[in-house]
């Protein structure tokens, strides 16, 4: 499994700043105009989401995933 942050609507320099005050080690994009955000319908914030190797979204879990949670958007077989 990987991770790859995505930081809506934010301003990127003051995204780079805050990621290391929390202790975020993943790579991390800037989505500034919240394009993504609206592709995938979010509705709320933070979120995880599982997606498989075609790109399509599997699981999605609404709130905060600490590193012992990871498995949580892992699809069930």
Same mark, same amino acid.
């Given at each position: 499994?990987?991770?790859?942050?995505?930081?809506?609507?934010?301003?990127?320099?003051?995204?780079?700043?805050?990621?290391?005050?929390?202790?975020?080690?993943? =790579?991390?994009?800037?989505? /500034? !105009?919240? @394009?993504?955000?609206?592709?995938? *319908? &979010?509705? +709320?914030? =933070?979120?995880?989401?599982? /997606? !498989?190797? @075609?790109?399509?979204?599997?699981? *999605? &879990?609404? +709130?905060?995933?600490?590193?012992?949670?990871?498995?949580?958007?892992?699809?069930?077989?």
């Amino acid at each position: 499994m990987s991770f790859l942050g995505v930081n809506t609507r934010d301003d990127p320099s003051m995204a780079a700043a805050f990621l290391p005050e929390v202790g975020v080690t993943y =790579p991390q994009v800037v989505d /500034v !105009d919240g @394009e993504l955000l609206d592709t995938t *319908r &979010v509705r +709320g914030l =933070p979120v995880t989401l599982a /997606v !498989d190797a @075609e790109g399509r979204i599997v699981d *999605r &879990v609404i +709130g905060e995933v600490s590193a012992d949670d990871g498995q949580a958007a892992e699809p069930a077989h």
